[in-house]
T-cell receptor
């Protein structure tokens, strides 16, 4: 059962425009969310995170929004650059006393972002 | 500071064989997690080790096992390989398994089972 879902396998955006990557989750016990970026032949690289007590976290061109009522997470990249082209994974982690492995990360299936010059 | 290293980077095995993958975490990191990545499935959690103890385990058969050594290095073993085990195996380390600890990933070991 996929507890974290990224329903868009790919996204294509023009350089300079905004990229919006979406993520939905089902478990209301998740309390910490992360975005990772992955280039081919490399492991995922941590990008940005957000705690469930916040609804927005910003780091340079990257902003993550959390809508707890909708169980929805999004990553905004503004402005998008060709170097941002990669696969983006969202991940969530639970917090005790979550019965099932509180320290286990649940990952989405990824969204491949292509930023066209 | 050196990142997470994984060896080997690529591996080809045949069905029925077994394989051992190695992961060296970032210096000072004591928690190591393993993930399997297959196309369309994202990263599937295998297990997590901290202080040489397995703390969490994902929904994988008993053919998948692992261990952690006193220097925090970790190994993952897959016995009686099946074609479906072909995947990228990623190792990630963090300082501790505590809440809101960020995991840092290695480059992965790509396993092909023929």
């Amino acid at each position: 059962d996929q507890q974290v879902k990224q329903n868009s396998p790919s996204l294509s955006v023009q350089e300079g425009r905004i990229s919006i990557l979406n993520c939905d989750y089902t478990n209301s016990m998740f309390d910490y969310f992360l975005w990772y970026k992955k280039y081919p032949a490399e492991g995922p690289t941590f990008l940005i995170s957000i705690s469930s007590i916040k609804d927005k976290n910003e780091d340079g061109r990257f902003t993550v929004f959390l809508n707890k009522s909708a169980k929805h997470l999004s990553l905004h990249i503004v402005p998008s650059q060709p170097g941002d082209s990669a696969v983006y994974f969202c991940a969530a982690r639970g917090f005790p006393p979550l019965r099932d492995n509180f320290n286990k990360f649940y990952f989405g299936s990824g969204t491949k972002l292509n930023v066209k010059p | 500071k050196a990142g997470v290293t994984q060896t080997p980077r690529y591996l080809i095995k045949t069905r029925g064989q077994q394989v051992t993958l190695s992961c060296s975490p970032i210096s000072g990191h004591r928690s190591v997690s393993w993930y399997q990545q297959t196309p369309g499935q994202g990263l599937q959690f295998l297990f997590e080790y901290f202080s040489e103890t397995q703390r969490n385990k994902g929904n994988f058969p008993g053919r998948f096992s692992g261990r952690q050594f006193s220097n925090s290095r970790s190994e993952m073993n897959v016995s009686t390989l099946e074609l479906g085990d072909s995947a990228l195996y990623l190792c990630a380390s963090s300082l501790t398994p505590g809440p809101q600890e960020t995991q840092y990933f290695g480059p992965g070991t790509r396993l092909l089972v023929l």
